[in-house]
């Protein structure tokens, strides 16, 4: 794990600096700034120095929590600080809701391989995993926040009035109502692909001997798929949470920038935009470390699921 | 079960069939695979035809803005405009008819460069094994882990600012730099999936008896690898290729919908993204490009699961 957040490190802040000296690329459309200015900016970021000595300077930084200081002046870790819960909000309310719904539906679907609720199911997982997750929200705002004007379009608080549910101005229902488009739209994505997987394993281990031997010994239909099928079939979907965690944070740009959530990845948007070098390293730093994070949590968990597996 | 012991007894008379033809066949028989090939094949031809088809020509030919000049921009879908005007004075349906020229561009050339790092990762990686697939298969991982869509975003800002406007020549046809900086940065960013999956055909099919006697038999790495492997995991190639097209598709309309695409080509992500701030008032323009996308995704992706089930050996007839 370690090992491989260094590496990560390593391919981007050399792919980054590689590009380029980030203050001349800033300042290419400013003709009034002189090189005696840009070599004073080079001087203040540190950047004036060989690559591997960058490198190790911002590695002890990190190391000791300091992010550096973003271009426009802040300290890279309080605002990284501020960014981070509204995301993880967001991202662990649409991860449990989609995992709660895509394993009894995978399995349903499955048990009634091409059966009209199959084929709906089917379908709509197609559907979500071919739709663009922005325009998902877009097509939601207009239908519902500009049309029936049911909910905010944007932000994660009603500025500069609460957002009434059934009337009540209350700062915690502001709050609900201002998250339910953007959970909404990230838990169908993530339930369609949770649920094919879920579908795709469970259709190959009801094929499979064990599960056949199950049946002759009589065991009844709910036994032989929640105790025996399930524990198999939910493994690749946990390996998938963990891989894709880093692109499900990485997908949320998106729907926050969509959504104007002051989130991690609405901020990431503006920081790219602004080659914001700083704050684009801390924030890659922290999705992979939760990325990582993620991974460990889900080889402890085969633990509990698979019993061939056991921590040492 | 039933259906495992009836699929069993009708093997033995079509051994003359090859391995395409049964997959055809299969195919065949799967409707919703039909309607994807039906919408994919749609996709080209109004891609080769874009010009017959679209009202107006595309930018930045200033006949473009033709709405713009009778003062109609901003109009909701008509005879006279089907899929409305933009907030800019342009006719959404001709933008969309031609940015399928780009959505192919976009699909077929990233996944070109995807396919072929992840072959030829995944290649050396499970043909030659050892410590060349224990390195190879970590930087694989390394990868897999990456935040891709955000490093992807800072690369295609980095790159695309020194791009300029001009066009790039490539065998004589001209290409917009900024949307080939995107292409390039999305292809080079999608291959860890793919080279675990072939790396795993590798090691599947190099066990088999053919390679074996072909081993024994003195043949070159290349012959094994070109004349006997390849063509052996070729389907599961292109059934990936297909997907990937499709992931391709979308992760461009995202690039260019946050702001970071080519202003230049008229994507559909560009598309949404220009009338994004103003869609309060044009909702047609945010819709029916995204439609586009969806069609087209949605095209790919059916005809990839169908693929797989048509090609999965362990439904051989």
Same mark, same amino acid.
């Given at each position: 794990m370690i090992p491989l957040l260094i590496g990560i490190s390593i391919i981007s802040f050399v792919a980054m600096y590689a590009a380029g000296d980030p203050i001349t690329i800033i300042t290419?459309?400013?003709? *009034? #700034?002189t090189e005696a200015q840009r070599q004073a900016i080079r001087i203040y970021y540190g950047l004036d120095k060989p690559i591997p000595v960058q490198y190790v300077n911002w590695l002890s930084n990190i190391l000791r929590g300091d992010f550096g200081i973003s271009f426009g002046g802040q300290p890279v870790r309080l605002l990284i600080g501020q960014w981070f819960w509204p995301t993880v909000e967001l991202q662990l309310i649409s991860i449990l809701l989609s995992v709660a719904l895509s394993i009894p539906i995978g399995i349903m679907s499955a048990k009634n391989r091409y059966s009209k609720r199959d084929i709906a199911v089917t379908s709509v997982a197609l559907f979500g995993v071919s739709m663009p997750t922005f325009w998902l929200g877009i097509i939601l705002i207009i239908i519902f926040?500009?049309?029936?004007?049911?909910?905010?379009?944007?932000?994660? #608080?009603?500025?500069?009035y609460l957002w009434p549910v059934f009337g009540i101005a209350d700062p915690s229902l502001d709050h609900l109502a201002h998250l339910i488009l953007p959970v909404t739209v990230l838990t169908y994505v993530s339930f369609a692909q949770n649920v094919r997987l879920v579908r795709a394993n469970m259709l190959e281990i009801l094929r499979s001997d064990y599960i056949l031997a199950a049946r002759a010994s009589g065991l009844s239909e709910r036994l032989v798929i929640y105790k025996h099928a399930l524990r198999n079939a939910i493994t690749p979907v946990i390996t998938h949470l963990g891989i894709s965690l880093g692109s499900v944070v990485g997908g949320a740009p998106m729907i926050e920038y969509v959504f104007n959530w002051p989130g991690l990845g609405r901020r990431f948007v503006d920081a790219a935009m602004n080659l914001d070098f700083p704050v684009i390293m801390g924030i890659t730093m922290i999705i992979t470390l939760m990325t990582l994070v993620a991974n460990l949590i889900v080889d402890l968990s085969y633990a509990f699921i698979d019993p061939r597996v056991m921590v040492e | 079960m039933t259906e495992q012991g009836r699929t069993k007894?009708?093997? *033995? &008379?079509?051994?003359?069939?090859s391995q395409w033809a049964v997959a055809w066949r299969r195919f065949k028989r799967n409707r919703a695979g039909v309607a994807g090939l039906v919408m994919v094949s749609t996709l080209i031809l109004v891609a080769i035809f874009h010009g017959f088809l679209a009202l107006y020509p595309a930018?930045?030919? &200033?006949?473009?803005?033709t709405p713009f000049y009778r003062r109609d921009?901003?109009?909701?879908?008509?005879?006279?405009?089907p899929f409305g005007t933009s907030a #800019?004075?342009?006719?959404v349906f001709s933008d969309v008819i031609h940015g399928s020229v780009w959505a192919l561009y976009v699909g077929v050339v990233a996944t070109a460069i995807t396919m072929g790092l992840a072959i030829l990762v995944g290649a050396i990686a499970g043909y030659f094994g050892k410590w060349v697939d224990n390195i190879l298969m970590r930087i694989t991982e390394t990868f897999l882990v990456l935040p891709s869509l955000l490093l992807i975003l800072v690369f295609v800002r980095v790159f695309s600012i020194s791009a300029g406007t001009g066009t790039w020549q490539f065998l004589g046809i001209s290409l917009p730099p900024s949307l080939t900086i995107v292409v390039l940065i999305l292809g080079i960013f999608n291959w860890a999936s793919n080279a675990r999956m072939v790396r795993g055909e590798f090691l599947r099919v190099q066990d088999l008896e053919f390679v074996q006697a072909e081993k024994a038999l003195g043949a070159s790495n290349w012959r094994i690898v070109f004349r006997h492997i390849l063509p052996n995991i070729l389907s599961s190639i292109i059934l990936n290729a297909t997907l990937t097209i499709a992931y391709a598709i979308l992760l461009e309309a995202a690039v260019s919908f946050l702001g970071?695409?080519?202003?230049y080509t008229i994507t559909w992500g560009q598309i949404l993204k220009e009338n994004f701030s103003e869609m309060r008032t044009v909702w047609w323009a945010e819709v029916f490009p995204g439609l586009a996308i969806l069609f087209s995704v949605f095209g790919f992706n059916l005809l990839g699961d169908s693929l797989s089930d048509a090609l999965n050996p362990r439904l051989r007839e």
């Open positions: 290419m459309g400013r003709p *009034t #700034i926040s500009h049309n029936l004007g049911w909910l905010p379009s944007a932000g994660a #608080i009603g500025v500069p | 007894t009708r093997v *033995t &008379d079509r051994s003359s069939a930018r930045p030919d &200033d006949r473009a803005f921009t901003a109009q909701p879908p008509s005879l006279k405009y #800019i004075g342009t006719d970071f695409g080519d202003p």
